[in-house]
């Protein structure tokens, strides 16, 4: 890792202050928001409304000196309201491209599961590709592109569920929580006069978080380590409950979410709790229940805790 890891991890520090003084108690999604963002993979975001789902993105937005860009997702909302569409100017006689929202560095999608699957899928193809197609030309998206999508439990009514296919392109699925009252009442003191969001400043302008993008591919990983991610993952296609496991996508996310969990933690090398610990958030929105699993009340949550406990940890002296 380069010289300058620890004034970026500085940095990185300032973020989840920021984060810590807009959302009270929730310090676990801000920093695995963070893993997914260093990671350059994407987040998920469900939970009921009015938990702070949006405020956690906007915060974040804020202490990015990105371009940020919101869509907020709604049943009329068209494909090319998202990727942008092709005018005609009549003074050039020819026709202009007009960026849509998803050609900004970081991106809300709000209440993604509102709209249409057709929709849904021109934001996802953005994410998977980290390009659009218009009318038959490929537009690249800017560097760096990071979504943070938030949608309402699925058994909320108008509410599209994604397909599994298109889950398995977010790094991570987090949830937020209701806050404890102790928390709350925190909360209505902070925001009583003025809101602290507006205090935010950023801390990391776009050229450096490219450059620590970089550095957590530096990151080192043992091959033991490697060999517990795909024993895992090799346990969620055999185990009785799942119709489908965790593909090899899945395997290569968990590994890019501990190389980032490590560098925001000071290390230059993951630990085999680093991957323990992100296995659920990266894991289980990738599995696809069997009937009779849902039937007996299994979760995908509860086949991750199982095979984390019966996988062999590799045990070494030193990773670093």
């Known amino acids: 890792m380069t010289q300058h890891a620890f004034l970026y991890n500085s940095k990185i520090s300032k973020v989840l202050r920021n984060i810590n003084q807009v959302i009270v108690g929730k310090d676990e999604p801000a920093t695995l928001s963070l893993v997914a963002l260093l990671a350059g993979g994407h ?7 009015g938990v ?48 849509g929202p998803i050609l900004g560095n ?28 218009v009318d038959g030309n490929t537009i690249q998206l800017k560097h760096p592109f990071f979504v943070m999508a938030t949608q309402n439990p699925i058994e909320y ?29 925190q909360m209505l003191e902070k925001t ?33 380590v490697q060999r517990y991610i795909i024993d895992i993952v090799t346990g969620t296609r055999e185990h009785r409950g799942a119709y489908l496991g965790v593909s090899p996508r899945g395997s290569i996310a968990l590994m890019k979410a501990a190389k980032a969990y490590a560098y925001i933690h000071d290390r230059d090398y993951v630990l085999p709790d680093d991957v323990k610990y992100l296995a659920p958030f990266v894991l289980a929105h990738r599995i696809i229940l069997t009937s009779e699993a849902k039937f007996e009340g299994i979760t995908a949550e509860m086949i991750i805790e199982e095979l984390l406990g019966n996988a062999s940890i590799p045990v070494r002296k030193e990773y670093s």
């Open 52 to 99: 702070g789902k949006t405020m956690l993105v906007r915060t974040l937005a804020k202490s990015l000196d990105c371009d940020f860009k919101r869509i907020q997702f709604t049943p009329d909302l068209l494909p090319s309201d998202v990727t942008g569409v092709s005018i005609y100017n009549p003074k050039e006689l020819e026709f202009e491209f007009r960026g």
């Open 106 to 133: 970081i991106v809300l999608a709000d209440e993604i599961n509102r709209t249409s699957p057709k929709t849904q899928s021109a934001l996802l193809e953005g994410m998977e590709e980290n390009s659009v197609t």
């Open 157 to 185: 009514e108008g509410t599209y569920p994604l397909p599994e296919a298109q889950l398995d392109r977010f790094l991570l699925k987090l949830k937020m929580g209701y806050p404890t009252p102790q928390e709350e009442l």
């Open 192 to 224: 009583s006069k003025n809101h602290p969001i507006n205090d935010i400043e950023a801390v990391i302008d776009k050229e450096e978080l490219i450059t620590i993008q970089n550095e957590v591919k530096d990151v080192y990983m043992d091959q033991n």
């Open 43 to 49: 987040v998920l975001l469900e939970d009921v409304p």
